[in-house]
């Protein structure tokens, strides 16, 4: 970036961030964002015309929410240890409290409470919930690891089976899958005795079979897949986004000349991965696999530079959310998992959402930063 010139020895707080910062990662960011207000222009006025907005009036909002999360990003890649820590802690307890505002003042919305007004504007506090309880679960493993007489285990699967309970009763499947899963993940690394982790993953897989079992809309969503994999009928929004990836071919149809979007409710959301399907082809949608791909191999290999388990697990932790996330979100658009109403991470339109991305993403550049450890043993405890 020839425009950005900082002395390698300035001590100022934005020339510090410049040289330690792990360049191939705010690249991503910053592609991954791009992709997003791009496909915007062209998914955005479709559903703005059927619901009776102004042609760019979405596109508009996700350039407003694209800033907000890249000022999300910059402010929290530049926290040291500590400040991640305290975020974390506060960021969590403050995102609890909305979500149970939500579940008694929030409005409901196709038959779930996952939202609150607040000043006037619409916000989903979940999405902050998921990147301050990955940090904060990886610092309570930490405390144990420091302090014997500490039980971090035991309060972090407290905390987890009360975050998961909150976002069940909204309900919000989606995002109890991805809170469980990864909190799995980082006890899975952290190094539970295998006994215990065998204990815990049969305890996950039971809840998972006793959602199937007892919650519909779960049971319509799997049978949905398994019938559309095993040569059933899919979705109607699972259909149309096949066929878009037929459309496009390896190059695409050409910017803006795709039809997915005008039928498809969600095409600037959800299903935003066809539009680029559509328009820009296969090629494109294989790079930004390899963008996600390359967020998630990097962070976690940069994680392994000092020997500091907080940072270890909060960087696989959130590494870890985004690939599924973006997982998730691909694989329903090619039927290959049930459709869940998640977003692609950084480039799905959507303000909380977005944010939630940016204050995650933001952590994780400050947390591979270059000695990010060594500037801050002082600041452990």
Not at 30 to 45: D, E, N, Q, V
Not at 141 to 161: D, I, P, W
Not at 221 to 227: D, G, K
Request: hydrophobic share 55%.
């Amino acid at each position: 970036m020839p425009w950005v010139s900082f002395s390698r020895s300035s001590r100022n707080i934005i020339a510090n961030w410049w040289w330690t910062v792990d360049k191939w990662l705010l690249a991503a960011v910053i592609f991954l964002l791009g992709c997003g207000l791009m496909l915007s222009l062209s998914a955005s006025p479709a559903v703005a015309r059927r619901l009776n907005y102004e042609t760019y009036h979405f596109v508009y909002r996700h350039a407003f929410y694209i800033c907000l999360a890249g000022g999300a990003v910059l402010i929290c890649s530049v926290l040291n240890l500590k400040w991640i820590r305290r975020l974390a802690i506060l960021g969590y307890a403050g995102a609890m409290f909305l979500v149970i505002l939500a579940l008694f003042f929030g409005p409901e919305i196709k038959g779930a409470r996952r939202w609150l007004i607040l000043f006037g504007q619409q916000i989903q506090p979940s999405e902050f919930l998921k990147p301050t309880f990955i940090v904060m679960t990886a610092w309570l493993f930490e405390m144990q690891r420091r302090y014997k007489n500490f039980h971090g285990v035991l309060v972090s699967t407290a905390l987890c089976a009360l975050t998961c309970l909150l976002l069940l009763r909204q309900p919000d499947y989606g995002m109890t899958a991805v809170v469980a899963t990864v909190w799995f993940a980082q006890l899975f690394i952290a190094g539970l005795p295998l006994k215990k982790l065998m204990i815990t993953g049969i305890g996950l897989v039971a809840v998972f079979a006793v959602a199937y079992l007892l919650l519909p809309h779960v049971q319509i969503r799997v049978e949905q897949m398994l019938a559309g994999m095993f040569g059933g009928e899919p979705s109607y929004q699972v259909k149309r986004s096949l066929e878009a990836f037929k459309n496009g071919g390896l190059f695409g149809v050409g910017v803006g000349e795709g039809v997915v979007k005008w039928h498809i409710p969600d095409a600037h959301t959800d299903f935003i991965f066809p539009v680029a399907a559509e328009e820009y082809g296969l090629l494109f949608c294989l790079l930004i696999v390899g963008v996600y791909g390359l967020v998630v191999i990097r962070s976690m290999w940069l994680s392994g530079r000092d020997d500091n388990m907080f940072i270890v697990l909060s960087v696989c932790g959130l590494a870890i959310s985004i690939g599924i996330q973006a997982f998730v979100n691909m694989a329903s658009t090619l039927q290959l998992g049930p459709t869940k109403g998640m977003a692609l991470p950084l480039v799905s339109y959507g303000g909380s959402a977005l944010v939630g991305a940016g204050i995650g993403i933001g952590m994780l550049l400050a947390l591979t930063r270059k000695n990010v450890y060594a500037e801050n043993k002082d600041d452990e405890g």
